[in-house]
């Protein structure tokens, strides 16, 4: 018999380049989806939690399961009071967003100072009223949120702020809506609803360096080959000569910002109480406000800061969340 030719395809995805490590721990989110009706923030924040099981009634019409009871790995987020902390205007000026002007709530909490340093005497009705005469001259209107960590399960003071764009309406509605929420605290249950989809955007663990088989996923060579074995075969041809971007090498591997479309809400809960197992969370304890119980897996450790964006990709939506049967409050290991 002649020799048999195996298949072996190219190793390693060359989706996400260049893989080394994102710039912030916090996330960024480029895009915004636009939407109908009334205006609306359509961006939160909150921490990751942990994992555990729900049993539901699957309600999915075209589901094999429709009606019967089935066991869905979820995530659980923290989701404590955000403050709106700024609003800002910005001008499309060659098909890129500038800032345009912005005005800052009037007090701030003693938290902030941590994040910036507060100037001692700033005029916020009259930025504010400078802020609605430019109204016409704004093409995009967002809002700075931070966040309250002392509010959660994390061991930390300095907040986190983030930028969440507002949907819906007119820019002079937006500004109005805007103008009522400014230094409010919101709640993740004004903005998103148990039944529907959300993005989300996160920091993932990150894993230091990695050599080009955990890397890449590239087949370990015969143990009597030359020199090394946890290698790739070849570094490629004499012509071009150089090492090609294509090829499999070692390097950072994790602490990639990575976005994951549609992921279900399956309960915004007020009380955590029932989903807490007994010892808390490894890594991470008790939780002590709102919360949410998302379908699948997520991005990034525990106390990881989780932002979740309205959907951009908007899949069939069902009519409501499917019933909650139970929540596994078991130890997790």
């Given at each position: 018999m002649g020799h048999r030719k195996q298949h072996a395809p190219r190793h390693g995805s060359l989706t996400h380049r260049p893989r080394k490590r994102a710039t912030r721990i916090t996330g960024r989110i480029r895009t915004w989806p636009s939407q109908s009706g009334d205006p609306k923030i359509i961006g939160f924040a909150g921490y990751k939690v942990g994992m555990t099981h729900v049993i539901v009634t699957d309600n999915r019409p075209t589901s094999p399961w429709y009606g019967r009871e089935i066991s869905r790995a979820v995530t659980i987020v923290d989701t404590p009071p955000m403050l709106v902390a700024?609003?800002?205007?910005?001008?499309?000026?060659?098909?890129?967003?500038?800032?345009?002007?912005?005005?800052?709530?009037?007090?701030?909490?003693?938290?902030?100072?941590?994040?910036?340093?507060?100037?001692?005497?700033?005029?916020?009705k009259a930025a504010l009223e400078k802020f609605t005469k430019m109204q016409d001259k704004f093409d995009e209107i967002r809002v700075l949120l931070t966040t309250q960590p002392r509010q959660a399960g994390v061991s930390r003071k300095k907040p986190e702020i983030i930028e969440c764009a507002v949907a819906g309406g007119e820019i002079p509605e937006r500004i109005e809506y805007a103008k009522k929420l400014l230094g409010q605290e919101i709640r993740v249950r004004d903005l998103f609803t148990p039944g529907t989809y959300v993005d989300v955007t996160a920091i993932t663990k990150g894993k230091g360096w990695q050599g080009v088989v955990k890397r890449f996923g590239v087949a370990k060579l015969p143990h009597k080959s030359r020199k090394r074995v946890r290698a790739v075969g070849t570094l490629g041809p004499w012509t071009p000569g150089r090492i090609m971007y294509t090829c499999p090498r070692g390097g950072q591997m994790g602490y990639h910002q990575r976005t994951e479309y549609n992921k279900f809400i399956f309960r915004i809960g007020e009380k955590s109480d029932d989903i807490t197992p007994s010892g808390g969370f490894p890594h991470y304890g008790t939780l002590r406000s709102d919360s949410l119980i998302i379908d699948g897996s997520i991005p990034g450790p525990a106390k990881r800061l989780v932002r979740l964006r309205a959907p951009i990709r908007p899949s069939a939506i069902p009519d409501k969340a499917p019933d909650l049967l139970y929540i596994s409050t078991k130890p997790k290991k």
């Amino acid at each position: 018999m002649g020799h048999r030719k195996q298949h072996a395809p190219r190793h390693g995805s060359l989706t996400h380049r260049p893989r080394k490590r994102a710039t912030r721990i916090t996330g960024r989110i480029r895009t915004w989806p636009s939407q109908s009706g009334d205006p609306k923030i359509i961006g939160f924040a909150g921490y990751k939690v942990g994992m555990t099981h729900v049993i539901v009634t699957d309600n999915r019409p075209t589901s094999p399961w429709y009606g019967r009871e089935i066991s869905r790995a979820v995530t659980i987020v923290d989701t404590p009071p955000m403050l709106v902390a700024a609003i800002r205007g910005y001008r499309l000026i060659e098909q890129k967003l500038r800032v345009a002007s912005e005005c800052w709530a009037e007090k701030m909490p003693k938290d902030f100072q941590r994040l910036l340093q507060w100037p001692d005497k700033y005029d916020a009705k009259a930025a504010l009223e400078k802020f609605t005469k430019m109204q016409d001259k704004f093409d995009e209107i967002r809002v700075l949120l931070t966040t309250q960590p002392r509010q959660a399960g994390v061991s930390r003071k300095k907040p986190e702020i983030i930028e969440c764009a507002v949907a819906g309406g007119e820019i002079p509605e937006r500004i109005e809506y805007a103008k009522k929420l400014l230094g409010q605290e919101i709640r993740v249950r004004d903005l998103f609803t148990p039944g529907t989809y959300v993005d989300v955007t996160a920091i993932t663990k990150g894993k230091g360096w990695q050599g080009v088989v955990k890397r890449f996923g590239v087949a370990k060579l015969p143990h009597k080959s030359r020199k090394r074995v946890r290698a790739v075969g070849t570094l490629g041809p004499w012509t071009p000569g150089r090492i090609m971007y294509t090829c499999p090498r070692g390097g950072q591997m994790g602490y990639h910002q990575r976005t994951e479309y549609n992921k279900f809400i399956f309960r915004i809960g007020e009380k955590s109480d029932d989903i807490t197992p007994s010892g808390g969370f490894p890594h991470y304890g008790t939780l002590r406000s709102d919360s949410l119980i998302i379908d699948g897996s997520i991005p990034g450790p525990a106390k990881r800061l989780v932002r979740l964006r309205a959907p951009i990709r908007p899949s069939a939506i069902p009519d409501k969340a499917p019933d909650l049967l139970y929540i596994s409050t078991k130890p997790k290991k």
